[in-house]
Nanobody, 113 residues
Framework: VQLQASGGGLVQPGGSLRLSCAAS????????MGWYQQAPGKQRELVAD??????YYADSVKGRFTISRDNAKNTVYLLMNSLKPEDTAVYYC?????????WGQGTLVTVSS
């Protein structure tokens, strides 16, 4: 399974970005898809993930970020609104498939004026 993430960039505080992550390879019915963030000097932390029957959001992003998935395209999205400077981080997508976790290459999000 290979993951290709995109959509990062520089945005002003209060702005929005949408991250995308497409899984390729022989995949069918992915269990979990989601996003972690790793800010400079900090550990990687779960931001949001989604399965067939539930979604999870970290407290720091509730009400601002929305995770969604397109199963036909094996793609997960993260819509980030009302971005804050503290959201600045490298965002890594992941999928859990048949008990194995696969990671994308990371995409940098910088929130700064």
């Amino acid at each position: 399974v290979q993951l290709q993430a995109s959509g990062g960039g520089l945005v002003q505080p209060g702005g929005s970005l949408r991250l995308s992550c497409a899984a390729s390879g022989s995949v069918f019915s992915i269990d979990f898809m989601g996003w972690y963030q790793q800010a400079p000097g900090k550990q990687r932390e779960l931001v949001a993930d989604i399965s067939s029957d539930r979604t999870y959001y970290a407290d720091s992003v509730k009400g601002r970020f929305t995770i969604s998935r397109d199963n036909a395209k094996n793609t997960v999205y993260l819509l980030m609104n009302s971005l804050k400077p503290e959201d600045t981080a490298v965002y890594y997508c992941y999928v859990r498939y048949w008990g194995t976790t696969y990671w994308g290459q990371g995409t940098l999000v910088t929130v700064s004026s």
